[in-house]
């Protein structure tokens, strides 16, 4: 028999900690459960999910539903798409079946990109190979999770780029819905002899064809994702890594009368995240945020400490609670913290996202 | 300085007070006094406290954390996992049970610690872990935790069977079979809906058609139509229909008769060369029939993709001759009396990722460089049977085109088919002869291949 692979490639930077990834596990497995209940997907549908933030890594080889499992996604520092694609075009060229004399081939396989944001490497090396070797032995749908993501790079990927609005739990619900009946599809027209790639019918409301050939504001640039400030901080207590993410607001801001727009970032929450998280970071990397621009500060999600978001002077982040002298785990120096008031704040190093 | 002394210093050290170094003779004896020394373990039982209640507190957090998986099972079949607490270290656990097993068909030994049984069902199954471990306090509840084990369906349970609608556009029955002489020889036939049909109650799109011609042939065609085509199953009944129809008009006797002539003078060439024209002949028809089918339906032509393999034969006391033509992947195998030798009468069409096959359909097939390819003829002294199929048999049996060559895989494929039963005592009040024949190969087509469940089609001559 044929088989009908499906990659997943998986955005998992810091930016998508928290609901998003939760989400994404979910929507797996519930994408897995959908199609065991499809005979024509049980038997021909085999898949694999690869998670890239800095570096990339296979979560789960290239294997049978019946055998699937649901992983349990890590979080990473950095969006490295360039390391992601090779990282996928290596394990394509390992495990793709070529129809030959001698044996049955693969049905054209399928790849699904999650993406949140916008790249923080430079992907034109990967493209042009993707473009040159495989644009036309794989179908890929590039699809963005949100409205800040780089979708002519997308595009340059793929003819299907899809804009996905995740907005509450119903519409993760429908989306992955959506993205069920387009392997259950593609599964029964494989059989049917035909190209075997058709994507499910979208609503618009949740998920929408992007038409790249319409002017729009597709172009960001940059190596940072601007759209969230995700800090990786550790806890002074437990030694465990935690990452604090907060989303773009526009505020207005008065100044001398006149009106201007004002960058600023509200806390979205605090995440406790496992050591897998250093072997996925891009360690090359710096970048500050002014505390000015920050809404809020979280309690520590690993002890509970009262403040989640102290700076030693090491520049990294830990947790303070009300003991006098405190010890940074990541240097070791103990010292005493005053809040950072005063004029213009301080600058804080935060990660890729 | 002893033990206590040391302590002492180190504590004041530790808040920036160096006085004793200043004083030692009186710091050593104010370190020993009785109510410090009593302070000092009383600090040092409760420091070893506070790191044990840490430590409990962060394992129980850690179990609470872990990734905890048990292999899939699959409904029907027997199913045995171990709760590994080696690998999954656990081994500080003083107490656990897992519940949650009623009615699902497994069972938990908490002694072995093995999961067992025969799932009934497919679906997750969800556990309930409880559990203690080491340096928790005497009676203390038990913590609790969710665990999965997912079982998977049956796939053969999977597939519905759900009649096609008899009065529907180009109804067909959904399953055939017959059997009956032809040209002197046996033609035993079976045209079966795939499981992909019969789970959404559609029809049928392979067919076949056969008849004696006159002055001894006889013509055998087969065709699939293309799944991805609305009206497929219409394209290969026009196919074999019109195969069939212009080769009895126009095959006759008087046109025939030189081909005899050429068979007593062994002239292989001359054979081919006279019997060409009726085979494209014949593949025109086809899809001038189809084309004009579709004109009147007002459907574009490849509506009605199909593929087509037909051959005429004729058998002369010195042998048989065969003459095929051939567009798509429907394999027409020949073989040899002993079954120690297979001749293929056709090369398929097959593409890179499949999907790359060619239909009658299409009108470039006529004017392509490979078109004379498309035709055999091969004159054989003996043979035991002559096969015609679909890919919906192909598929599942011979796998890839290589094996078609292997006559191993043939006489497998015969034993498998077991046409006479010899394999098996017959069924008491089974009727024997030529009935038996056509319903074994009826009960046989319905075979299990996971992943293959096309059409299926075979027709065989013997």
Known sequence: MRRLPIYFLIDISESMVGEPIQQVEEGLAT????????????????????????????????????SFYPPKFPIGSGTSLSKGLGHLMYELRSNIVKTTYEQKGDWKPIVFLFTDGVPTDDTSAAIAEWKQNWARTANMVAISFGD?????????????????????????KAFFKWVTDSIKTSS???????????????????????????????????????????????????KRPYLM?????????????????????????????????????????????????????????????????AVCSCRKIHCIGDEEVSTCPWCGSQGKYTSGGGNGGFNIGRAQG | ????????????????????????????????????????????????????????????????????TFPNGMAGRPYTALFNFETLNLTDLTSHSLTGFEGTGLEYDAVTRTISGTPDQGGDITLEFTYNFEGEEEGAA???????????????????????????????????????????????AASRRGRSHANIGGYRDDDYDYAELENGWSVIAVSDGAGSAPAGRKGSEIACNAVVDYLKHQFTAERSSV????????????????????????????????????????????????????????????GSAFMTFSIGDCPMALLNKDMTEVTLMNKLDVGEFGGGTRFITMPEIFRADDFEARFRFEFVT???????????????????????????????????????????????????????????????????SPGNHDDRTLAILF
């Open chain 1, 31 to 66: 994408i897995i459960q959908a199609l065991k209940s499809d005979p024509h997907a049980l038997e021909t549908v085999w898949v694999s999910i690869i998670v890239f933030a800095g570096q990339a890594k296979t979560l789960v080889p290239l294997q049978e539903i019946v």
């Open chain 1, 148 to 172: 800040e993501t780089d979708m002519r790079l997308l595009g340059e990927l793929s003819n299907d780029v899809m804009h996905f609005k995740n907005t509450s739990p119903q519409s993760y």
């Open chain 1, 245 to 309: 993410k907060y989303g773009k607001v526009s505020q207005p801001s008065n100044f001398g009368g006149m009106n201007f727009e004002t960058r600023a970032y509200r806390l979205m929450g605090a995440y406790p995240v496992d050591n897998s998280y250093y072997e996925l970071a891009d360690k090359s990397y710096e970048n500050n945020v002014s505390s000015d621009e920050l809404i809020g500060a979280p309690t520590c999600p690993c002890c509970g400490n009262q403040y989640g978001l």
């Open chain 2, 142 to 188: 038990p913590n609790v935790k969710k665990l999965s084990i997912i079982i998977n369906a049956d796939p053969k349970s999977l597939w519905k069977d759900i009649p096609s609608d008899a009065n529907g556009l180009y109804s067909k029955p959904d399953n055939v079979a017959e059997i009956c002489q032809l040209g002197g020889k046996t033609l035993v």
């Open chain 2, 382 to 448: 003996d043979f035991s049977y002559f096969v015609l199929m679909t890919d919906g048999i192909y598929d599942p049996k011979f796998e890839v085109e290589a094996n078609l060559d292997k006559i191993e895989r043939w006489q497998h494929f015969f034993e498998d088919l077991d046409l006479e039963r010899k394999n098996r005592e017959a069924l008491p009040g089974m009727r024997r002869g030529n009935d038996d024949i056509r319903d074994r190969l009826a009960e046989w087509m319905d075979f299990w």
């Open chain 1, 188 to 238: 029964i027209s494989v059989e049917n002899n035909s190209t075997g790639f058709e994507l499910a019918k979208t609503d618009d409301e949740t998920i929408s064809k992007i038409d790249l050939s319409k002017p729009g504001d597709y172009d960001r640039g940059g190596y940072v994702d601007d759209n969230f400030v995700v800090f990786a901080a550790q806890c002074q207590n437990t």
């Open chain 2, 259 to 318: 081909i005899d002539e050429a068979v007593s003078a062994n002239a292989k060439e001359k054979i081919k060369e006279l019997g060409l024209p009726y085979l494209s002949g014949a593949a025109n028809h086809a899809f001038e029939e189809i084309e004009h089918f579709s004109r009147e339906a007002a459907m574009p032509l490849s509506n009605f993709h199909a593929t087509l393999v037909f051959a005429l034969v004729k058998h002369y006391p010195q």
């Open chain 2, 1 to 68: 300085m002893n033990d206590i002394q040391k302590y002492i210093f180190t504590l004041l050290a530790n808040q920036g007070i160096h006085s004793p170094q200043q004083f030692e003779k009186e710091f050593l004896e104010f370190a020993v006094r009785e109510e410090n020394i009593k302070n000092v373990s009383l600090i040092r039982q409760l420091q070893v406290q506070m790191t044990q209640a840490w430590q409990i507190r962060a394992r129980r957090l850690e179990i609470a954390g872990q990734y905890i």
